[in-house]
């Protein structure tokens, strides 16, 4: 099992910046990537940004060069730094996992509301 809390999310005015948390605990050793979600309301949900374990990212393109995902390993925790953001990033953000061998993201948190005024 796998465990994922989220945090940081909050109400910024358009072009601040926020920064995302996922604390992540359990058999971490399974994990082999990471990734930043998000979903709107009526939206489907998408992939923001994926960190794998040997550090490799990966971002969707509506973000490149806003948003930063990184990883503090001793503390176990993904990082989503997000600047420049705009009305069209609020969403709920989730973090989720993927484990080895997996073909999906297994684990899930329960979520962060970012909410971006124009």
């Known amino acids: 099992q796998v465990q994922l809390v989220e945090s940081g999310g909050g109400w910024v005015q358009a072009g601040g910046s926020l920064r995302l948390s996922c604390a992540a605990s359990?058999?971490?050793?399974?994990?082999?990537?990471v990734g930043w979600f998000r979903q709107a309301p009526g939206k489907q949900r998408e992939l923001v940004a994926a960190?794998?374990?040997?550090?490799?990212?990966s971002y969707r393109d509506s973000v490149k060069g806003r948003f930063t995902i990184s990883r503090d390993n001793a503390n176990n925790i993904v990082y989503l730094q997000m600047n420049s953001l705009k009305p069209e990033d609020a969403a709920v953000y989730y973090c989720?996992?993927?484990?080895?061998?997996?073909?999906?993201?297994?684990?899930w948190g329960r979520g962060t509301q970012v909410t971006v005024s124009s």
């Open positions: 359990g058999r971490l050793f399974s994990i082999n990537s």
């Open positions: 960190i794998t374990l040997i550090g490799s990212t």
């Open positions: 989720a996992a993927l484990l080895e061998g997996s073909r999906g993201y297994d684990y």
